[in-house]
C-alpha cells in the first residue's frame, strides 16, 4: 500500500511563505495524481491543489489561486506545495494523497491513499 509522508508545516507569520513536500518511502509516485487537501478541526476537509501525473495539469481552489504552486519532481519522488502569502485562514492541518485516476475536481473520495499530515499555524 502506498505509503505518503507530509513535511514542512510549521508556524508562520501572515504574509510569510512555507513549502510543503509530500513524498513516499517505497513506492513511485509518479503513476498517481497527487493532491493537496487542508482541515480544520470542526470543519470539512478543503481541496486546495492537484498535480496530474506527468505534472502537466494542475488545479487549485479559488481561495489559494495565484498564491499557492504545486509542483513534482518524479526523479525526487516528491511533490511540493509552494505556499506564499500566507494569511491567518490559511491555517489547518495539510495532507497529501494519491489518486489512480484524476483528482482534478478536488473532492476527497476520488482519493485512494492519504497521508497524515502536516500542521501549518498562520499567526503572528
Known amino acids: 500500500q502506498l505509503q505518503l509522508v507530509e513535511s514542512g508545516g510549521g508556524l508562520v507569520q501572515p504574509g510569510g511563505s512555507l513549502t510543503l513536500s509530500c513524498g513516499a518511502s517505497v513506492f513511485t509516485l509518479e503513476y498517481y495524481a497527487i493532491g493537496w487537501f487542508r482541515q480544520v478541526p470542526g470543519k470539512e476537509r478543503e481541496g486546495v491543489s492537484c498535480?496530474?501525473?506527468?505534472?502537466?495539469?494542475?488545479n487549485y481552489a479559488d481561495s489559494v489561486k495565484g498564491r499557492f504552486t504545486i509542483s513534482r519532481d518524479n526523479a525526487k519522488n516528491t511533490v511540493y506545495l509552494q505556499m506564499d502569502s500566507l494569511k491567518p485562514e490559511d491555517t489547518a492541518n495539510y495532507y497529501c494523497?494519491?489518486?489512480?485516476?484524476?483528482?482534478?475536481?478536488?473532492?476527497?473520495?476520488?482519493?485512494?491513499?492519504w497521508g497524515k499530515g502536516t500542521l501549518v499555524t498562520v499567526s503572528t
Open positions: 494523497a494519491a489518486a489512480f485516476r484524476s483528482c482534478d475536481s478536488l473532492e476527497s473520495t476520488d482519493m485512494d491513499f
Open positions: 498535480v496530474s501525473s506527468s505534472g502537466g495539469d494542475t
